[in-house]
């Protein structure tokens, strides 16, 4: 098993920066890929970010390149993600995912999965 604790949400002005994190524990030697999901309230949940372990494949939505970074910390089994020129569309829960799988932006390939942690973005 791997669990996973997001970290970093809140209330934040249009044009602000947030940073999330999310902390792995457990059986995490053999997961091969971390995403960064959101769902916004009355929408489908979507992929921010994905990275995988190794760090040599990073994927973005459209809606968030140029201005999110997804990152990882090996030594502290720990996942980012570093949000700038917020918009209030990007208010939603953020949630962090792993699997132990392939690569995949869909929300059906991950098996773990934080508790989820509230961005909102005021206009």
């Known amino acids: 098993q791997v669990q996973l604790v997001e970290s970093g949400g809140g209330l934040v002005q249009t044009g602000g920066s947030l940073r999330l994190s999310c902390a792995a524990s457990?059986?995490?030697?053999?997961?091969?890929?971390m995403a960064w999901f959101r769902q916004a309230p009355g929408k489908d949940l979507e992929i921010v970010a994905r990275i995988n372990w190794r760090g040599a494949y990073i994927y973005y939505a459209d809606s968030v390149k140029g201005r999110f970074t997804v990152s990882r910390d090996t030594t502290e089994s720990t996942v980012y993600l570093q949000m700038s020129s917020l918009k209030p569309e990007d208010t939603a829960v953020y949630s962090c995912?792993?699997?132990?799988?392939?690569?995949?932006?869909?929300?059906?390939?991950?098996?773990?999965w934080g508790q989820g942690t509230l961005v909102t973005v005021s206009s």
């Open positions: 995912a792993a699997t132990i799988g392939r690569m995949s932006t869909s929300p059906d390939d991950y098996t773990y």
């Open positions: 457990g059986r995490f030697v053999s997961v091969t890929t």
